[in-house]
């Protein structure tokens, strides 16, 4: 991963992006695409949207049905406060489908109305026997979100004082986003969706500089897609063109998947919520092989992305995925330092040329 690869990966990382409150993680594409001479602006579901024109003359130039909508979504695992106590305990509700054994217990930042709260996500202590109900059971293997508090030093009334009430977002603290480099893999909280958030604006910049896309090409940051579906549908529905494109992660299980953490990006073919359009998948796998990739293919267990959502959903006619394999998903997770860079040179590709890779445009 090159320096400015890697930097924009931090960036996105730093900032905070629970479900429903993506501002941080949004602000910090608006500066990108500012910064690359393309417009961005909101829907109304709050979707951040920038277009890609096509290479001018073309055909297709400017005929935006055959547009394609790349989705990136920009939230992240995150926890909502469910009712706060008197005595200032904070119970939680999850706001994305993960266990809390994924996390441990660990610093965490609560968006409070008058600015972030320090707290610790906390289960209890080890040294405890039956008594301490929560504790026992988690040592008995039941981990369950209702177990976990958050402990914050304060009572509910100074709790209230900050402007923390229940609806406020929970994160994972700051100090446990710095990216954690290991030889050819680096691991961190949120990696989910911010490296391919990395890689689509890669695959941007690689379209600035030429040659440009067949057909326009909108980048759609979406919000609460942790929750299932999200605002994506809005955006399939209401933007021109039949191809909805979810870049996101494609987890990594060896005995179920046949994968591991590969530099390689993944073509997905089916999830929950949709088989993705098989014409298209194949498309993007002849990409790859053209680019010398061998990518992994994507039949995912408790997955579903953007565009599958959208297309259970019936906002859009296709959908595709291209999926950037992940270690420990949920969790503290793992990617290939290559693969957010090989998965831009296949995203430009394709959009490149859709119908296949013998036909991209020349300059
Ligand atoms: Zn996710």
Redesign the pocket.
């Known amino acids: 991963m090159n320096g400015t690869t890697r930097a924009l990966l931090q960036k996105l990382v730093t900032a905070r992006g629970p479900c429903g409150q993506e501002e941080e993680v949004l602000a910090v594409c608006v500066d990108w695409f500012v910064s690359h001479g393309l417009e961005a602006w909101h829907d109304e579901a709050g979707n951040l949207i920038s277009r890609i024109a096509p290479a001018s003359g073309s055909a297709q130039s400017n005929d935006d049905s055959d547009s394609i909508k790349v989705f990136i979504h920009a939230d992240e695992i995150s926890f909502i406060i469910k009712r706060i106590l008197p005595d200032g305990t904070i119970k939680l509700a999850t706001l994305?489908s993960f266990g809390p054994a994924f996390l441990g217990q660990l610093p965490v930042e609560i968006l409070g109305d008058a600015g972030i709260v320090p707290g610790v996500l906390s289960l209890g202590s080890w040294h405890t026997g039956e008594e301490t109900a929560d504790v026992w059971h988690a040592k008995h293997g039941n981990y369950d979100i209702n177990q976990y508090e958050i402990i914050t030093g304060m009572d509910g009334e100074a709790l209230v004082e900050r402007g923390v009430l229940p609806g406020a977002r929970v994160v994972i603290a700051g100090q446990h986003r710095t990216l954690w480099d290991m030889g050819r893999l680096v691991a961190g909280f949120a990696l989910?969706?911010r490296a391919p958030i990395t890689a689509t604006l890669g695959a941007v910049e690689m379209l600035l500089e030429g040659p440009a896309p067949r057909s326009p090409v909108y980048i759609v940051c979406t919000r609460e897609e942790?929750l299932g579906s999200g605002t994506a549908g809005f955006a399939a529905e209401t933007l021109p063109g039949s191809l909805s494109l979810a870049v996101d992660?494609s987890p990594v299980s060896p005995d179920e998947y046949g994968n591991e953490v590969d530099p390689y990006p993944t073509v997905g073919l089916r999830d929950d919520y949709a088989v993705y359009n098989k014409d298209v998948a194949d498309r993007l796998v002849a990409h790859a092989l053209a680019l010398e990739m061998l990518p992994g293919i994507g039949i995912f267990e408790n997955y579903s992305s953007d565009a599958s959502a959208a297309k259970r959903l019936g906002r859009t006619a296709k959908a595709a995925l291209v999926g950037i394999p992940m270690e420990n998903t949920?969790g503290y997770e793992i990617i290939h330092t290559d693969a957010i860079e090989n998965t831009a040179l296949l995203l430009a590709s394709f959009l490149r040329s859709p119908s296949g890779p013998a036909d991209t445009l020349q300059e």
């Open positions: 994305g989910d969706n942790e992660v949920h």
